[in-house]
């Protein structure tokens, strides 16, 4: 069995575990706000529809100026591109034949955009239950590589990475020359929304790459952006290719920048939500790993695997995101999304009844 590789469209997941989809599908394997777009995307769309008529702006000027004064950077320190992946792929294509560290578990794309660029990808894989990053292991590997990727809030675990442990291999990436490509697709909605956007001037070996796509809902439309000292973002800005980032999407980004109490809504719906679950699960024998954000990593202690609870949960209409293909968990664990009560409700419903009969 060949599971996809990303989460989301789960007919395909369905498909793979040759399980009859149901009528009713609750998509927990997707990580973006349960509350959809904001409304100011619905309202503004019929007046965007002239845009489809003419190339968009290939520099995403007036959305660069604006994500500009947002992180209080300099306008040639960021580039706009098409979703976080567009972004990994031109990194990927900026270390071309380079040698690469990815700090697993983490998001499948990375090693795939490298080994594409002929990468040289090796892993360093963190203990799993408390994933804390182990500087004494991990800096000594610095100055073996050229490029290392850290995702921070962690996807799959949710985990948020120790601040002074990151600062850490920031500066020794610096004295051995090794860039640090950090992703922080979902660092708004933790609740302190730590960033090290602002050490791109200080540290010209950092890259940082941002979603909006996640916090706003707005997958279908691709829309990220990264940021990093003038000199490395000159040299990622050549590889992107024209017009890659639709006038559409770049009127959306430059709407939800702008919408502070649907953040805010969204971020304390999120910790009350994850908050509710985790008692439920640790008074129910489930483990469940410490995240910060919209998604947690959860396992049955029982289970060497969790195929299993896996497919107990697509009969019942409920699609998790497996593991499989994370190194470092290789199936023990299941990904779920934390959605709105209701839903978060009937998850609860099935795997306490997975408990009583297992």
């Not at 991990?138 to 799959?156: A, H, M, Q, R």
Request: charged share 20%; glycine share 6%.
């Amino acid at each position: 069995m060949t599971l996809p590789s990303h989460g989301s469209n789960p007919h395909y997941v369905y498909q793979s575990a040759r399980i009859e989809k149901p009528d009713r599908v609750i998509d927990f394997s997707v990580n973006v706000n349960p509350f959809g777009a904001p409304t100011i995307i619905r309202e503004r769309w019929q007046s965007w529809f002239s845009y489809v008529e003419d190339y968009p702006d290939p520099l995403a000027s007036e959305l660069k100026q604006k994500l500009s004064i947002l992180n209080d950077i300099q306008e040639d320190c960021l580039l706009i591109g098409n979703g976080g992946a567009e972004l990994i792929t031109l990194v990927a294509q900026f270390l071309r034949g380079k040698r690469i560290l990815i700090i697993q578990p983490s998001f499948s794309e990375y090693e795939q955009a490298c080994f594409a660029q002929n990468c040289c990808v090796e892993h360093h894989v963190l203990q799993e239950g408390n994933w804390a990053l182990g500087l004494n292991e991990l800096l000594p590997k610095v100055k073996l590589f050229d490029g290392i990727f850290l995702c921070t809030p962690n996807n799959p675990t949710g985990v948020v990475y120790d601040c002074q442990a990151v600062m850490e291999l920031v500066q020794e990436g610096k004295r051995e020359g090794c860039y640090i490509i950090i992703d922080e697709a979902f660092y708004d909605f933790t609740t302190d929304n730590h960033s090290y956007i602002n050490l791109i001037k200080q540290y010209p070996n950092l890259i940082i790459l941002r979603s909006l796509t996640k916090m706003f809902a707005i997958a279908g439309l691709r829309l990220g952006y990264g940021a990093a000292n003038p000199s490395v973002m000159e040299k990622l800005a050549a590889l992107k290719p024209h017009w890659s980032v639709n006038a559409i999407a770049m009127k959306a980004g430059l709407e939800c920048i702008l919408q502070d109490s649907y953040i805010q809504h969204t971020k304390q719906h999120i910790a009350d939500e994850r908050k509710r679950l985790e008692l439920v699960y640790q008074s129910n024998g489930f483990q469940m790993s410490k995240s910060e954000v919209n998604f947690y990593l959860l396992k049955d202690p029982q289970l060497e695997d969790a195929a299993p609870l896996f497919h107990f949960l697509l009969k019942k209409g409920i699609v998790p995101r497996h593991t499989m293909n994370f190194p470092g968990l290789n199936g023990r664990w299941l990904r779920f999304a934390v959605k709105k009560k209701k839903e978060n409700n009937l998850l609860m419903e099935a795997l306490l009844e997975w408990k009583k009969y297992n």
